[in-house]
T-cell receptor, first 113, second 110 residues
Framework: DAGITQSPRHKVTETGTPVTLRCHQT?????MYWYRQDPGHGLRLIHY???????DKGEVSDGYSVSRSKTEDFLLTLESATSSQTSVYFC????????????FGSGTRLTVV | QQQVKQSPQSLIVQKGGISIINCAYE??????FPWYQQFPGKGPALLIA?????SEKKEGRFTISFNKSAKQFSLHIMDSQPGDSATYFC?????????FGAGTRLTVKP
């Protein structure tokens, strides 16, 4: 997806280990979001950022933290991964909050064993 | 509690037919209602969106119908094509709070 890159694309980790997922954008958009996608639940917002060092919690933020030290990078950290955090994680960006739509990355498939 | 309920979970349509996906929402403060299309291995992509002051919006073969009093909106895909086979998500948002439906997997048979 042009302008937004997620890394890694796939990761398998063990329960209890810390994991960091990275979202990088080249669009200079103010707003960045982390979602998780699970069957039967659609996409659920974990955290979002409205500027450098400005972040807020979403619907399912427990067990996750985020950081944004530069406009282009938004990191999602699982401090101590659990099996319930096995999911596909999507980063999204938008220029004017939710209006005009989000641009999503290609996702990171995380498996916690 | 899911604030946006989407149905059906899956849908099979013949090529050339009409695909209809329905969504209902709870929060009357929502002011933006987009639909996203997702292909396997890809992130969702914005398809079409509507605001509550409009009852219908059409873009090509895709139409959103919006019923504010019933708190419902739907996506109609006319002349459905095999290339339309994907998962479709409705969503509703206010400010930075965007809630998604659970998704509908559409299969268009040739």
């Amino acid at each position: 997806d042009a302008g937004i890159t997620q890394s890694p694309r796939h990761k398998v980790t063990e329960t209890g280990t810390p994991v960091t997922l990275r979202c990088h954008q080249t669009e200079n958009h103010r707003y960045m979001y982390w979602y998780r996608q699970d069957p039967g639940h659609g996409l659920r917002l974990i955290h979002y950022s409205y500027g450098v060092k400005d972040t807020d919690k979403g619907e399912v933020s427990d067990g996750y933290s985020v950081s944004r030290s530069k406009t282009e990078d938004f990191l999602l950290t699982l401090e101590s991964a659990t099996s319930s955090q096995t999911s596909v994680y999507f980063c999204a960006i938008s220029e004017v909050r939710a209006e005009y739509g989000y641009t999503f990355g290609s996702g990171t498939r995380l498996t916690v064993v | 509690q899911q604030q946006v309920k989407q149905s059906p979970q899956s849908l099979i349509v013949q090529k050339g037919g009409i695909s209809i996906i329905n969504c209902a929402y709870e929060n009357t403060a929502f002011d933006y209602f987009p639909w996203y299309q997702q292909f396997p291995g890809k992130g969702p992509a914005l398809l079409i969106a509507i605001r509550p002051d409009v009852s219908e919006k059409k873009e090509g073969r895709f139409t959103i119908s919006f019923n504010k009093s019933a708190k419902q909106f739907s996506l109609h895909i006319m002349d459905s094509q095999p290339g339309d086979s994907a998962t479709y998500f409705c969503a509703a948002s206010i400010n930075n709070d965007m809630r998604f439906g659970a998704g509908t997997r559409l299969t268009v048979k040739p």
